[in-house]
């Protein structure tokens, strides 16, 4: 098949063939989509306060907020504080050392990512006919593909590289091993990606034979074939744990940088490089920049897709 094998088929559902399926629209840029409404109302956060707030997520889950840009890390802790019904950050303080529920709300505010099978699919042709041939034409007729998916949310970015791999790649698959390595720092949303059950409009970007062969109707819901499923393991951790991976083939982190210093994104860039096979690649979200040395650290494949190559 040629370039474009994905194209957006919202028109068909497995059992009936011909229910629309809806459109998502009106996301907002923020990870949060329609979850973070504008609320001008500001709400102040004093050094004292902010610290508070870091140290019990840092000590209960490990997540370190000093990490992440602060207007963005703010507005999402102001949306749990109106949420949880608190007056000011101090009742929310408070609420966070009673509750460990709110905790782990919070920590899903601060890393929820909107997301949904073959997402912005033109990436996806190019993993398929440009990225995948040049890792499997050069380790020769055998050996293991690392792949590792950061920051992956409910699994749909690494289910979809196995649903390629599976689809055009039948015949490398039964010469190499595999391996999918998907991580993210909620535990929750882990576990939801470990299950394989998505809602309807997570597979808007999937042509109905894709849908026919690999999800199958289960309520509400669309399960994930165990033949995919198997191909992935998820595994919590966090993204400026150092030195974790190596000899990776390929590295895919979309949409995630830009919610970090600029300090920081160089620092993960550096060790993507670090963890990335000679010739291996690397895919940003199309938001996202190599900067400071990490420019002269990788050659550019396909610039509008964000595709670079140690």
């Known amino acids: 098949m040629a370039a474009g094998i994905f194209p957006k088929v919202a028109d068909m559902s497995i059992s009936e063939g011909k229910e629309r399926l809806p459109a998502i629209s009106g996301l907002l840029r923020d990870r949060h989509g329609d979850l973070l409404q504008r609320d001008t109302t500001?709400?102040?956060?004093?050094?004292?306060?902010?610290?508070?707030?870091?140290?019990?997520?840092?000590?209960?889950?490990?997540f370190d907020l000093d990490s992440y840009k602060d207007k963005c890390i703010q507005r999402r802790i102001s949306f749990r504080l109106r949420t949880s019904g608190c007056k000011n950050t101090e009742e929310y303080i408070e609420l966070l050392n009673k509750k460990e529920e709110e905790v782990k709300k919070l920590l899903n505010a601060l890393t929820i990512n909107v997301t949904e099978f073959f997402r912005n699919q033109s990436t996806f042709d190019k993993l398929k006919d440009i990225v995948f041939p040049d890792?499997?034409?050069?380790?020769?007729?055998?050996?293991?593909?690392?792949?590792?998916?950061?920051?992956?949310?409910?699994?749909?970015?690494?289910?979809?590289?196995?649903?390629i791999l599976k689809?055009?790649?039948?015949?490398e698959l039964k010469r190499f091993n595999i391996e999918i390595t998907a991580t993210d720092v909620?535990?929750?949303?882990?576990?939801?990606?470990?299950?394989?059950?998505?809602?309807?409009?997570?597979?808007?970007?999937?042509?109905?034979?894709?849908?026919?062969?690999?999800?199958?109707?289960?309520?509400?819901?669309?399960?994930?074939?165990?033949?995919?499923?198997?191909?992935v393991s998820f595994r919590k951790e966090d993204i400026f744990q150092e030195r974790l991976h190596r000899e990776k083939d390929l590295i895919i982190c979309r949409n995630l940088l830009i919610y970090f210093s600029r300090v920081k994104q160089e620092w993960v860039l550096n060790e993507f490089w670090k963890a990335?096979?000679?010739?291996?690649?690397?895919?940003?979200?199309?938001?996202?920049?190599?900067?400071?040395?990490s420019r002269k650290l990788f050659s550019s494949i396909c610039p509008r897709e964000r595709i670079y190559r140690k």
């Open 276 to 293: 990335l096979n000679p010739g291996g690649f690397l895919i940003l979200g199309r938001a996202e920049i190599l900067v400071g040395e």
């Open 167 to 171: 689809e055009f790649f039948s015949e």
């Open 42 to 62: 500001a709400i102040h956060y004093s050094e004292v306060t902010f610290k508070a707030i870091r140290d019990i997520l840092f000590e209960r889950e490990g």
């Open 186 to 231: 909620d535990e929750g949303i882990l576990k939801k990606a470990a299950e394989g059950h998505y809602k309807r409009d997570k597979l808007v970007g999937m042509v109905p034979g894709l849908m026919v062969r690999y999800f199958k109707e289960d309520g509400d819901k669309y399960r994930l074939s165990n033949d995919i499923k198997k191909m």
């Open 135 to 163: 890792i499997f034409a050069a380790k020769g007729g055998s050996g293991t593909v690392r792949i590792w998916s950061a920051g992956c949310a409910s699994g749909e970015e690494p289910y979809t590289i196995a649903i």
